[in-house]
T-cell receptor
Framework: NAGVTQTPKFQVLKTGQSMTLQCAQDMNHEYMSWYRQDPGMGLRLIHY???????DQGEVPNGYNVSRSTTEDFPLRLLSAAPSQTSVYFC?????????????FGQGTRLTVV | GNSVTQMEGPVTLSEEAFLTINCTYTATGYPSLFWYVQYPGEGLQLLLKATKADDKGSNKGFEATYRKETTSFHLEKGSVQVSDSAVYFC?????????????FGKGTKLTVNP
């Protein structure tokens, strides 16, 4: 079972470059989200989507864009990378955006901006 | 808004020792509470959850009880194993903007030595 698949696993960018982190899930989940994980900060929500065509901002959205054209895919775009965006990024999906719903996480993308 | 505070660690124990990781929360209403675990090099996965006061979540020998009076959800295990070495995150569901989101604590790294 694939679950939530993130690519790439590792990436090094130069300041000012752009890139897209890919996230795909094969569980037909409505709800998808992106988090960043930084030492001592836990996980912070960047953007989320409650269904195809619907996205919204989380806690730390600046510098990131998302779109949700299909149920399966939820890419995260860095428009102009900055060293402050060095982090580990996790994509997650849930069957729905409910209070009792388990989130399923990908294995993460470790991004370094130099 | 809603928030989670957990002991930051790191925590180092010997095999078969008793484990407690403290977690307290601040919330309006009655959120669901979760413990997620992150094994080295992997994404987060749900360990256990509780959806209302006095509920006890349990899985793989771990337990946590939803205590409304003390706003706590402490994680316990009677006898840890080397394979329990991981980072543990306490989380709650937070309803904002019409949908539920997960709010995470900063994580507690557990190392179990043989």
């Amino acid at each position: 079972n694939a679950g939530v698949t993130q690519t790439p696993k590792f990436q090094v960018l130069k300041t000012g470059q752009s890139m897209t982190l890919q996230c795909a899930q094969d569980m037909n989940h409505e709800y998808m989200s992106w988090y960043r994980q930084d030492p001592g900060m836990g996980l912070r929500l960047i953007h989320y989507s409650v269904g195809a065509g619907i996205t919204d901002q989380g806690e730390v959205p600046n510098g990131y864009n998302v779109s949700r054209s299909t149920t399966e895919d939820f890419p995260l775009r860095l428009l102009s990378a900055a060293p402050s965006q060095t982090s580990v990024y996790f994509c997650a999906s849930s069957p729905r955006a409910g209070r009792n719903t388990e989130a399923f996480f990908g294995q993460g993308t470790r991004l370094t901006v130099v | 808004g809603n928030s989670v505070t957990q002991m930051e660690g790191p925590v180092t124990l010997s095999e078969e020792a008793f484990l407690t990781i403290n977690c307290t929360y601040t919330a309006t209403g009655y959120p669901s509470l979760f413990w997620y675990v992150q094994y080295p090099g992997e994404g987060l996965q749900l360990l256990l959850k509780a959806t209302k006061a006095d509920d006890k979540g349990s899985n793989k020998g771990f337990e946590a009880t939803y205590r409304k009076e003390t706003t706590s959800f402490h994680l316990e295990k009677g006898s840890v194993q080397v394979s329990d070495s991981a980072v543990y995150f306490c989380a709650l569901s937070d309803r904002k903007g019409g949908s539920e989101k997960l709010v995470f604590g900063k994580g507690t790294k557990l190392t179990v030595n043989p």
